[in-house]
């Protein structure tokens, strides 16, 4: 009986130390890679929900962690080089780094990358495929299993874009002018055929000055923009300013990269982004 | 007694030193461009060459690349390939059509957009053109994120 009881608890722990361990940078990913992985791999966070992705630097214990990691998942295009610069520098043995974004067709300007991939549908989708695809390789007998889950998750992201086609119906949106406070939403809003007139703050979470506000007002103006697209959970006194001088109507937009992570929580976010658009489109 | 024999030095007019000053900043110049050249020439992720618009199309004809593949693996597709069985996007009014058994085509303004069955699985293209061709014309293709 003890000798039964030994080989199970033996059996158990092989099953678990040979599930996947995979790593996250982000809150988008922690979400992808969940609804990929279901209950077959561990889906771990590199570092505690509440930081800043701009200006983090990897402590001892984060590291510590990242040893441990047969896969971590990034974004690999600007958005989390505080992990992307140390694991280049350290290139941990047996880890694969599965760059989410090596199949995305991307935008920029002036030769630099806009990394917000994952304010999006479609090129969510396209991570998501390319993640179980690198997940599958490394869990062969899984891999079905992840493909299976991918496209099902790609079908539910892809039901999130309803209210926003519902409201463009018979809508001409040609003649819509756009601001956001940064350049988060560019890939979103393609999707639905917008395009962003002008974009206000210099860099993330930045705050302009007062002579690139006045200047920001002044093209508000000019440009005739209906609609300016701001994040929630970041401090945006300005923004209140340049309603009361322009006018112009606020929405905001989640940026998915705040609070606590979750499975649901681009499902729940996008949708409240999608709603919000929705809602601008209809106004 | 001073010695008599005193050698006279003729002052240095500068010019050598002027010419090693000189030479020590145009190789420390040399090595600044250099470096700063190989930084700039080895961005980790290149911008493609399709215009901006167009990375929402080359997006949704990618994951319909990889939703055909699947869709093939678990046999709900299958040759002769019909492109009404096909989940390829539509853009601005316009839709992918069928040239042949293996060859779908989307023709948008300036560029096409192509993608082809091959005997190790799909893969799909964009090029610049002026008009909608196969996907064997002669032209100057593009993978859909490059």
């Known amino acids: 009986m003890r000798l039964l009881l030994l080989s199970l608890l033996v059996l158990l722990s092989s099953q678990a130390s040979a599930r996947l361990q995979v790593g996250i ?99 969510a989708i396209r991570q998501v495929y390319t993640i179980a695809k690198e997940l599958g390789a490394l869990d062969p007998d899984n891999k079905s299993y992840f493909l299976k889950n991918a496209l099902q998750y790609a079908k539910t992201l892809r039901a999130l874009k309803k209210p926003v086609q519902q409201a463009l119906l018979n809508k001409d949106v040609s003649k819509l002018r756009i601001a956001s406070t940064h350049g988060a939403y560019a890939y979103l809003l393609q999707e639905f055929g917008l395009t962003v007139s002008a974009v206000i703050e210099p860099a993330h979470g930045v705050a302009p000055t007062a002579s690139q506000l006045e200047e920001t007002i002044e093209t508000i103006r000019q440009q005739n923009i209906d609609v300016l697209f701001t994040e929630l959970n970041m401090e945006n006194k300005y923004v209140d300013l340049i309603e009361r001088e ?21 499902e729940q976010e996008m949708g409240h982004n999608l709603s919000k658009l929705a809602e601008a489109l209809s106004s | 007694m001073p ?63 990889e939703e055909i593949e699947l869709l093939e693996e678990a046999e709900l597709i299958n040759a002769p ?33 192509v993608v082809e069955r091959h005997e190790e699985g799909w893969d799909a293209h964009w090029a610049p053109s002026e008009q909608a061709v196969d996907c064997h014309a002669s032209l100057d293709w593009h993978l859909l994120n490059q």
């Open chain 1, 25 to 123: 940078t982000l809150h988008p990913y922690y979400s992808y890679v969940s609804n990929i992985v279901g209950d077959k791999a561990d889906v771990l966070p590199l570092i505690d929900s509440g930081f800043n992705p701009h200006n983090y630097q990897l402590n001892p214990a984060d590291i510590e962690r990242l040893n441990n990691l047969d896969a971590l998942v990034v974004n690999g295009i600007g958005h989390d080089m505080f992990a992307t610069n140390t694991v280049d520098r350290l290139q941990p043995k047996n880890l694969t780094v599965i760059y989410a974004n090596r199949d995305v067709p991307l935008i920029g300007h002036d030769e630099k990358v806009n990394p917000h991939t994952f304010v999006s549908i479609d090129a």
């Open chain 1, 246 to 266: 322009t006018g112009i109507k606020i929405y905001y937009f989640s940026h998915m990269t705040h609070g606590a992570y979750s499975k649901d929580q681009v």
């Open chain 2, 3 to 65: 010695n008599s024999n005193i050698e006279i030095i003729a002052p240095a007019d500068g010019r050598g030193e002027t010419r090693n000053f000189l030479l020590v900043c145009v190789v420390v110049l040399a090595c600044a461009i250099g470096l700063l050249s190989l930084i700039h020439s080895s961005p980790q992720n290149a911008l493609s060459e399709l215009p901006n618009q167009f990375s929402n199309l080359a997006t949704q004809v990618s994951n319909a690349v």
């Open chain 2, 81 to 113: 390939y019909q492109l009404a069985d096909l989940p390829f996007p539509t853009y601005q009014n316009q839709s992918f059509i069928q040239l042949d058994e293996h060859c779908f085509s989307l023709f948008q303004g300036q560029y096409v957009f």
